[in-house]
């Protein structure tokens, strides 16, 4: 069983991830990991950070431990939970260096809107969590949440786009397979990366 040695359950008080991780360094916290490569290889590129994984689905979480024991990462803790609780309830102001939200559900229809999870509420409560200079970057390839996302950051207090706009991607995400097909097909891919104000 991999999930006690690297699962983190969730609790209804601030967390101490240093103590999570064994050490003081970035905290970069990853939001729907999905089936976990894109995570485990960042990881695994950047072990100068620490990663915290949150997903709500039982089979990538498991895809994510295994990927862990593999590459013998020492660098990622996973929460399975519900993403804003574990935002709000779990991590204090100003813990985090980083915030991924890479592909996430994009809810088409008009009238699921309400289920996506980037919204003025969170991205505020997300916002609260970076420490100064810290950053949030998303990535989708519905061009319609990309400009929701984007809209919706650029009225979060605190946030600031460095960037006309989006954002080239980052050397520091990887192409996931499912990018790679979708632009095989003529899909684009939209990266909004904001940081937080401060130094």
């Known amino acids: 069983m991999l999930m006690p040695r690297f699962g983190v359950p969730f609790s209804p008080g601030f ?12 905290k970069i916290l990853e939001i729907g990991f999905g089936m976990g490569e894109t995570t485990a290889r960042i ?10 994984g949150v997903e709500v689905h039982t089979p990538g979480v498991g895809a994510l431990l295994r990927r862990v024991e593999e590459l013998a990462l020492t660098n990622v803790r996973i ?3 519900d993403a804003v609780e574990v935002v709000s309830r779990m991590l204090s102001p100003g813990c985090l260096a980083g915030v991924h939200i890479f592909f ?14 980037v919204q003025p509420d969170f991205a505020a ?15 989708t390839d519905w061009q319609e949440y990309a ?13 600031e786009n460095p960037h006309a706009g989006f954002a080239e991607r980052p050397a520091s995400r990887p192409e ?4 790679l097909r979708g632009r095989s097909l003529g899909h684009g891919t939209w990266d909004i990366l904001f940081r937080r104000s401060g130094h």
């Open 43 to 52: 990881a695994s590129e950047h072990p100068e950070n620490d990663y915290l």
């Open 147 to 159: 400009e929701h996302i984007l809209a919706t950051l650029s009225t979060v207090s605190g946030l």
């Open 15 to 26: 967390v101490d991830l240093e103590a999570v991780f064994g050490r003081r360094a970035p």
């Open 104 to 117: 996430p559900d994009p809810w088409p229809k008009k009238r699921h809107h309400k289920r996506r999870l």
């Open 176 to 179: 996931t397979k499912f990018e």
């Open 125 to 139: 409560l997300l916002a609260s969590r970076l420490a100064p200079g810290g950053y949030l970057h998303a990535a």
């Open 79 to 81: 929460i399975q939970h």
